[in-house]
């Protein structure tokens, strides 16, 4: 449903601070950000009680297409995340084939196009097959449209190739997105390496697969004198590295996901695959740690890693379950429950993370309204309860943890390019 719309009695999410305001849509764009703006012929869209934010941006999920739609396509990701509030949405390089050259991201790039208007920037891979060896031509995908590079799922074990990736993303405008896993010290571990780990008799992951990594890049980044993102912190340690690599004025921006703002490993304790997830959830000292990075800006924004797998992929034992958390259609309430409610962020500091610090990371036009910018919007309810039920999920993926959930914001209507995409029923009914 596309046209002329008038957003009236909300808050408004602006650049300098939520405001009492109407919004008005014509021709794909805000026309305008005002005071009892009347409706003149437009179609008016009642958001008394409502906060109208920019719509929220995601840098980091899993489209699945080409190759997995028994997982996810693009069309049925991009629905997922609208319903989720998401207007534009990075995707991960981990297809099949991979996004390793332009074709591909030629492909993805179209197929989001017939999908509609939710904005899919993919992200090429560092290195072809995600194989860590030959890197990708950087030059070539940046011109297609590739918005980063990163062999996310992948690490690039060989640190000489992580440094000339470095170098040649730099000189072709693209961020490295780094996916910190030391897999040498992952081994066959399934789940964080501690207490529950032990308890369950699963073999662990130690945090210093990921703390090792990320110090490793951050030191890359410095040697190279580029910027790196890192992707899906997880751990105290992890927080606390780039901490220090920022003060030391490194480049280095990261990003954590609202499972590890959520959940801990104690939710593994009856072996619900839904749990097993890649960095795996830690502990609550991580947890709280996770918390305070993000309040302290040590953690740069929120990504929702949204990973959609098929049943198959789920309904095994722990071992052989795959890796991932559909992500989509809880990440604003899971934040908006535990940071805001939690009293640990202002409402206008989770806009932010969620909206114009990842756009800004990746150098994406989105996450603000102003008049003039394309008319992406999310309007939540953020007093709304609701439960989670997984078999509701819009998205194919319905593997998530947090089933039986109550969480507290709720999105009721999306809004990409001017046509809403969610929630048409709620706004013009
Ligand atoms: O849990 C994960 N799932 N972590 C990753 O890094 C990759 C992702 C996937 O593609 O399923
Ligand atoms: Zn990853």
Redesign the pocket.
């Known amino acids: 449903m596309s046209g002329k719309f008038l957003i009236k009695g909300g808050v408004v999410v602006t650049p300098d601070g939520m405001k009492g305001r109407d919004l008005m849509i014509k021709d794909s764009k805000i026309s305008r950000v005002g005071e009892n703006l009347t409706a003149n012929g437009f179609k008016t869209i009642d958001a008394t009680d409502m906060i109208v934010s920019p719509g929220l941006v995601d840098i980091h999920c ?1 489209l ?1 297409e080409p190759g997995y739609e028994e997982k996810e396509d693009i069309a049925s990701g991009t629905a997922a995340a609208a319903k989720g509030g998401f207007t534009s949405v990075c995707c ?1 390089a ?1 297809t099949n084939p991979v996004n390793d050259n332009a074709v591909v991201t030629e492909f993805i790039k179209k197929k989001a196009a017939l999908a509609g208007p939710v904005r899919v920037h993919p992200i090429a891979a560092i290195t072809k097959k995600l194989a860590g060896e030959e890197l990708t031509e950087a030059g070539e995908l940046a011109e297609v449209g590739a918005v980063a590079l990163s062999d ?3 690490c690039v074990r060989n640190a000489m190739r992580m440094r000339l990736a470095l170098s040649y993303a730099k000189r072709f405008g693209l961020k490295v997105i780094s ?1 910190p ?1 030391d897999t040498d010290l992952t081994d066959s571990g399934l789940m964080n390496e501690g207490y529950w780990s032990t308890a369950l008799g699963l073999p662990g992951i130690t945090r210093a697969a990921e703390e090792t990594m990320i110090a490793r890049d951050c030191i890359l980044a410095e040697t190279e004198n580029t910027a790196i993102h890192i ?2 912190v997880s751990t105290r340690g992890g927080a606390e590295i780039i901490r220090q690599a920022k003060r030391r004025k490194i480049a280095v921006t990261c990003e954590t996901a609202p499972h590890y703002i959520y959940a801990t490993d104690e939710w593994v304790k009856d072996y619900d695959t839904n749990t ?4 795996p959830l830690r502990t609550e000292d991580d947890r709280l740690a996770i918390i305070e990075a993000l309040a302290d800006g040590t953690i740069d924004c929120i990504a929702t ?1 949204h ?3 098929h049943i198959d992929d789920k309904n095994v034992e722990y071992t052989l379950a ?4 559909s992500g989509f259609e809880t990440a604003f309430s899971i934040c908006w429950t535990v940071l805001v409610k939690g009293g640990i962020l202002s409402p206008e500091e989770l806009f932010r993370k969620m909206t114009s610090a990842p756009a800004e990371i990746l150098g994406l036009d989105a996450g603000i309204t102003e008049e003039g910018n394309v008319a992406d919007i999310a309007i939540i309810a953020p007093d709304a309860e609701w439960t989670v039920d997984p078999s509701k999920f819009v998205s194919r993926g319905h593997n998530s943890p947090f089933g039986g959930r109550t969480l507290s914001g709720m999105v009721k209507c999306t809004i990409a390019g001017g046509e809403i995409v969610y929630g048409g029923e709620w706004a013009c009914g």
């Open positions: 899993h699945r991960m981990n996310d799922g992948k996916h896993e992707a899906h097993k997830v890649n960095p890693d990973a959609p797998h795959a890796s991932g958390i």
